[in-house]
């Protein structure tokens, strides 16, 4: 099963860990593991290039572990409230997306949220 926790301050959405394998299927044949991993790639790539803000993460190849922190989605790190907004709210569309996938894929994913300061 694949754990995924968001992380929350005041409201804004600013990263998440990923840890453990789906076990939807077998290793590099599981399209619930390749979607998590093609969303998460895109988030990054988004945050990075698209919206121009920094973005730190991992991710352990051995593990398929991830964790992402994403700064500039919060007030405190941003003052461009545009990408404050724009970067926060693409990992709460995550947050969301992943929601829909667990009403389906209950048994291979879980999906939390914590209020977590940093």
Same mark, same amino acid.
């Given at each position: !099963?694949?754990? =995924?926790?968001?992380? #929350?301050? +005041?409201?804004?959405?600013?990263?998440? %860990? &990923?840890?453990?394998?789906?076990?939807?299927? %077998?290793?590099? $044949?599981?399209?619930?593991?390749?979607?998590?991993?093609?969303?998460? !790639? *895109? @988030? @990054?790539?988004?945050? %990075?290039?698209?919206y121009d803000?920094?973005?730190?993460? &991992?991710? +352990? %190849? #051995?593990?398929?572990? =991830? /964790?992402? =922190?994403?700064?500039?989605? *919060?007030?405190?790190? $941003?003052?461009? &409230?545009?990408?404050?907004?724009?970067?926060?709210?693409?990992?709460?569309?995550?947050?969301?997306?992943?929601?829909d996938l667990? $009403? $389906?894929?209950? +048994?291979? *994913?879980?999906?939390?949220?914590? &209020? /977590? #300061?940093i």
């Amino acid at each position: !099963m694949t754990t =995924i926790t968001f992380y #929350k301050a +005041d409201g804004f959405y600013y990263g998440f %860990e &990923e840890q453990g394998h789906t076990g939807y299927g %077998e290793s590099g $044949e599981d399209i619930l593991c390749s979607a998590l991993s093609a969303m998460t !790639m *895109l @988030i @990054i790539n988004a945050i %990075e290039v698209t919206y121009d803000c920094s973005v730190d993460y &991992e991710i +352990d %190849e #051995k593990t398929t572990d =991830i /964790r992402l =922190i994403a700064k500039s989605a *919060l007030p405190k790190y $941003e003052k461009d &409230e545009k990408k404050q907004f724009a970067v926060s709210g693409l990992i709460q569309a995550y947050f969301y997306q992943l929601m829909d996938l667990v $009403e $389906e894929y209950y +048994d291979y *994913l879980d999906v939390k949220e914590i &209020e /977590r #300061k940093i």
